[in-house]
């Protein structure tokens, strides 16, 4: 069939892995959040924000249906959260957060791969307090003024609002604030009929640092390896 459709299928299959682990991971936000505090995502705010972040990622309704079902009746995987920090080449610091049934497995292979990265595995708390731990909603901005809903949001624990992009490059509006506060302005954006593209908790450097390109790249590629985990849900970096 030609060069064209062996670049096509080569683009096709890259889209279908990245989004059969998008899947796989928020199906384990869903279990997590459905053990926790129910099925009923009226009462559960962390399963809200899961099938918020469902949507932004388009799961099909009957996937994320199959997951709240599973988790409540007790046949999906006892997950948990655990937290790694470490550093990566030139002394970034990384936070890598995971869900796991198998926590022996997990710090095994995670340190395995900052030891071939180039980094390595630190304790608990070894690099935490570079971070901030923040509330994080990504909007669509068709038809949102930014500064009108600035002021509207700031009794509500608003504390950034910016300009950034998504995955394919599209514009979006990143809204911050205290993790605290983030029940509190996850509803005053549903009372405003404003649906957040994806709604997370992220830790956030407080002093990021800058590197030259090829010292980047090699950070980026310990990175990228630890987003392959099967484990791994997300990783934060202090890399400017």
């Known amino acids: 069939m030609g060069r064209i459709f062996e670049t096509r299928k080569h683009t096709m299959f890259a889209r279908w892995d990245r989004m059969a682990k998008q ?3 928020i199906g384990k936000e869903i279990t997590i959040a459905v053990k926790a505090s129910g099925p009923n995502p009226e009462a559960n705010p962390a399963l809200r924000r899961a099938m918020q972040n469902a949507r932004a990622v388009n799961m099909p309704k009957d996937k994320v249906e199959s997951a709240i079902k599973k988790a409540s009746g007790g046949e999906a995987a006892d997950y948990q959260e655990v937290i790694y920090e470490g550093y990566a080449p030139h002394g970034i610091a990384v936070v890598v957060e995971t869900a796991t049934d198998n926590p022996a497995r997990t710090v095994s292979s995670i340190r395995t791969r900052f030891n071939k990265g180039g980094g390595n595995l630190g304790n608990t708390g070894s690099v935490g307090f570079l971070f ?9 901005p068709k038809g949102i003024d930014p500064e009108a809903l600035e002021l509207d949001l700031i009794d ?3 504390e950034e609002l910016g300009e950034t992009a998504g995955e394919k490059g599209e514009p979006q509006l990143l809204v911050r604030c205290a993790l605290s506060d983030f029940g509190n302005l996850q509803k005053a954006l549903e009372d405003r009929g404003i649906s957040p593209l994806s709604a997370e908790a992220e830790y956030v450097a407080i002093t990021p640092t800058e590197l030259d390109e090829k010292a980047a790249l090699e950070v980026l590629k310990l990175i990228d390896s630890l987003e392959q985990d099967d484990d791994v849900q997300k990783v934060f970096h202090n890399l400017a």
């Not at 901030?132 to 669509?140: I, Y």
């Open 132 to 140: 901030n731990r923040m509330g994080a909603f990504r909007l669509d």
């Open 156 to 158: 509500f624990g608003l």
């Open 23 to 25: 899947f796989a991971k």
